[in-house]
């Protein structure tokens, strides 16, 4: 069965940074396209980026764009998200997405807290 694991969340300063990653199983990684997707306290789930299967082509959310980067590497079915100049609404759970939409298979998430 599809599994996907995020870890990599914690405590950081406003204008700090923070690399997220998501270890997928029980499908064929390279097959799909990933996203991640956020959830703040009190508010619904909220796409953040996207990613095809190659790597090559991306997408973002205008909220984190210019500031975070999803990656992946096919060869360790894991997914990435680099997160740079962190603003407290940034905080949220993290979650990672089987494909683009918010409906897809998603792990438990990790959490992230941009606070001074």
């Known amino acids: 069965q599809v599994q996907l694991v995020e870890s990599g969340g914690g405590l950081a300063q406003p204008g700090g940074s923070l690399r997220l990653s998501c270890a997928a199983s029980?499908?064929?990684?390279?097959?799909?396209?990933m996203s991640w997707a956020r959830q703040a306290p009190g508010k619904g789930l909220e796409w953040v980026a996207g990613?095809?299967?190659?790597?090559?082509?991306?997408s973002y959310a205008d909220s984190v764009k210019g500031r975070f980067t999803i990656s992946r590497d096919n060869a360790k079915n894991t997914l990435y998200l680099q997160m740079d100049s962190l603003k407290p609404e940034d905080t949220g759970l993290y979650y990672c997405i089987k494909g683009f939409t918010l409906n897809g298979d998603r792990g438990q998430g990790t959490q992230v807290t941009v606070s001074s």
């Open positions: 990613i095809y299967t190659g790597g090559n082509g991306v």
């Open positions: 029980g499908f064929i990684f390279s097959s799909y396209r």
